[in-house]
Nanobody, 126 residues
Framework: VPLVESGGGSVQSGGSLRLSCAASGYTYSSYCMGWFRQAQGKEREGVATIDNDGTSRYADSVKGRFTISQDNSKKTLFLEMSNLQPEDTAMYYC?????????????????????WGKGIQVTISS
């Protein structure tokens, strides 16, 4: 399942960005998709995930600032990010899982994700 992220870049603290992830080549009835990030020197962490029923989960650090959504007809995943802070600086990855995991399980990376995009850089300056 190819996943291609777009929309990253550099903004100042307090700014906004919208990430998009285009997925293709799958017709699974049960899936979960999400955004993850990895800052330099840190482990990859879950940011937001959403399953095919629309259930979403967020990391505590982004609640109230980030919103995950999906356009099923276009197989596109979005992450609206507002009030960005320097600590949000990281490589952001889109990922998908087709093993029937929940949004909570995928957010915690309990079992990993079976498809990953290449990532896109988000840099927030103070």
């Amino acid at each position: 399942v190819p996943l291609v992220e777009s929309g990253g870049g550099s903004v100042q603290s307090g700014g906004s960005l919208r990430l998009s992830c285009a997925a293709s080549g799958y017709t699974y009835s049960s899936y979960c998709m999400g955004w993850f990030r990895q800052a330099q020197g840190k482990e990859r962490e879950g940011v937001a995930t959403i399953d095919n029923d629309g259930t979403s989960r967020y990391a505590d650090s982004v609640k109230g600032r980030f919103t995950i959504s999906q356009d099923n007809s276009k197989k596109t995943l979005f992450l609206e990010m507002s009030n960005l802070q320097p600590e949000d600086t990281a490589m952001y990855y889109c990922a998908a899982d087709t093993r029937g995991l929940t949004a909570s399980q995928t957010l915690r990376l309990d079992f990993g994700m079976n498809y990953w995009g290449k990532g896109i850089q988000v840099t927030i300056s103070s």
